[in-house]
């Protein structure tokens, strides 16, 4: 499988003439939060804090995934945060804003496709980042030194969440460079259904303490005087994992390949000389089918990491079992 994507990675970057951007973390926290740099490398030897794997993927421009809680339930506390070997969604919106081949296309436009890409990857970083946030009354800490472990702790959390905070700052401000409210207002409605899924059902009540309420959670949802089959409690599991995914992965991929069509369509349109030997597409119907296709490409890719996770961490208890 990972041979695969290797060779399917490197085909797509040779069609866009280069491997896909990634955030330059460094560059962005030493500019604004330099102070914020300097505090976490002090801590990084020290303390073991999900921030900072995080952080360290980011700047080797890997693509961090955060599991889904009901997955991570049974594996460590702090192996939430894995990287992926399949392609970013930064190089997905690439392709997908050079789908309509044109001769005209610029090497602004290529840009313009590029910040996109940048946005999208940082927004995700961003969130990944927020999301190592560790609750301290969750854990147990036994070290004679508990109080300043907490105290280091506390600090991270605070980094965490500034750097977090720097990021989507920055956000802002490379959609404002785009000059263009449509673009502006699709990428901010589906950062706005990110933060959105951090308040869904199965975000706020799928968690460790609460894992095996699941199946009595579900079932209160139907009438409990009908007659409920097993395919039918399935049915509503699964339209409940597919709209979670869809608010926190699905929107702002579909909605950045949407955006990157667009900036084409407008590049095309301000042309003042048109191509009499090309038709152009229902541009309407061209960015609906992008966002869909984005969307559906990160539900996908999202089931096929929590079914992989999940079967290494039955294999991993498979044989603790048989050894002890």
């Not at 794997?53 to 339930?73: D, H, K, Q």
């Not at 890409?117 to 969130?127: D, P």
């Not at 959609?175 to 673009?183: F, Q, S, Y």
């Not at 966002?291 to 990491?305: Q, V, Y």
Request: charged share 15%; hydrophobic share 40%; proline share 2%.
């Amino acid at each position: 499988m990972t041979t695969t994507w290797s060779k399917l990675i490197s085909r797509a970057e040779k069609l866009i003439g280069g491997p896909s951007p990634y955030i330059n973390l460094g560059n962005i926290l030493s500019s604004e939060a330099g102070s914020l740099a300097s505090r976490a490398r002090r801590l990084a030897g020290n303390v073991n804090h999900p921030f900072f794997s995080t952080v360290r993927s980011c700047l080797r421009g890997r693509y961090v995934n955060n599991l889904f809680s009901i997955s991570s339930a049974i594996s460590d506390r702090f192996s939430k945060s894995v990287t992926s070997e399949r392609p970013s969604g930064g190089l997905i919106i690439l392709l997908v804003g050079q789908s309509y081949a044109s001769p005209t296309n610029s090497t602004k436009l290529c840009g313009q496709h590029r910040s996109i890409s940048e946005i999208f990857e940082t927004v995700h970083t961003a969130v990944a980042i927020h999301k190592s946030l560790v609750n301290l009354n969750d854990l147990n800490q036994n070290t004679d030194d508990n109080e300043t472990w907490l105290k280091n702790m506390e600090i991270c959390n605070k980094l965490a969440t500034l750097s977090g905070d720097v990021l989507l700052a920055s956000v802002s401000t490379s959609l404002a460079g785009l000059h263009h409210a449509n673009v502006v207002g699709v990428v901010s409605e589906a950062i706005g259904n990110m933060m959105e899924a951090e308040f869904h059902e199965l975000a706020t009540n799928l968690n460790v303490s609460n894992t095996n309420n699941y199946n009595h959670h579900a079932e209160s949802s139907i009438d409990v005087n009908s007659t409920v089959t097993s395919n039918e409690i399935y049915d509503l599991s699964k339209e409940k994992w597919l709209s979670f995914v869809q608010l926190s992965r699905g929107a702002l991929l579909g909605s950045c390949c949407e955006a990157a069509l667009i900036l084409t369509e407008n590049h095309i349109s301000n042309l003042s000389i048109t191509p009499t030997n090309k038709i152009y597409p229902d541009w309407d119907n061209f960015f609906s089918i992008a966002n869909h296709f984005g969307s559906t490409w990160a539900c996908l890719i999202r089931l096929t990491e929590e079914r992989e996770h999940i079967q290494r961490t039955w294999v991993r208890i498979y044989y603790f079992v048989i050894k002890f």
